[in-house]
């Protein structure tokens, strides 16, 4: 049988080809692809979580982590879809208009995806319509990133619109980035704040209140 700790260890160390390796033989022998996801993708990104939190790792080590991760769910994605196997929640992440930064908020969408969230990402200088529409089409959190100070008021105009579109209660809105904190969360009425790509997990699981 193909080994799930193993396979939580190739996406630990960062080793995609075994990672897909593994992952190829599960599914050859069989294994529920939930269990897959579950037992080794998601149980190997959860350590790496930890790891980031606690600076054994850093950025490039996650980063490495989490290629693997995505090179197993490739193989994985069709199989779990197949099976009816249900996304935690759906995340519409984008880096607000006139924001061209994404190296953070690729990080948080990886690791989000590989807490078993559905992705959708909408790149970087996204308008406030944009996730109006990523609402419409089923993203129940909204996760918005700035690196400007000069940026953060789009975060604000994003919520606004939510609320004058009518749709700002289908979903919890998270915001991130460096400029932001928590005061300003709570000043535009943000649903949560994460420090870090570790912590967005946490906290998107928070706003779900899946445990």
Known sequence: MADMEALAQAIINGKAPD????????????????????????????????????????VPEVLIAARAMKMAMEV????????????????????VAGDLHDIGKNLVAMMLEGAGFE????????KPQAFVEAVKDGANVIALSALLTTTM???????????SEGVRDQASVMIGGAPVTQNYADEISADGYAPDA??????????????
């Open 76 to 95: 994985l994605r069709p199989k779990l879809a197949s099976s009816g196997v249900e996304a935690k929640g759906k995340v519409a992440i984008g880096t």
């Open 153 to 163: 008021p789009a975060m604000k105009d994003t919520i606004e619109t939510l609320k």
């Open 19 to 58: 990672a897909k390796k593994i992952t190829e033989e599960a599914i050859a022998e069989g294994m529920n692809p939930g269990d897959i996801l579950n037992n080794g993708l998601v149980a190997g990104m959860n350590v790496v979580g930890s790891k980031f939190k606690n600076n054994e790792f850093y």
């Open 119 to 126: 992705i959708i990402d909408l790149g970087v200088d996204v």
């Open 198 to 211: 570790a912590s967005a997990v946490d906290k998107a699981k928070e706003l779900l209140k899946i445990a």
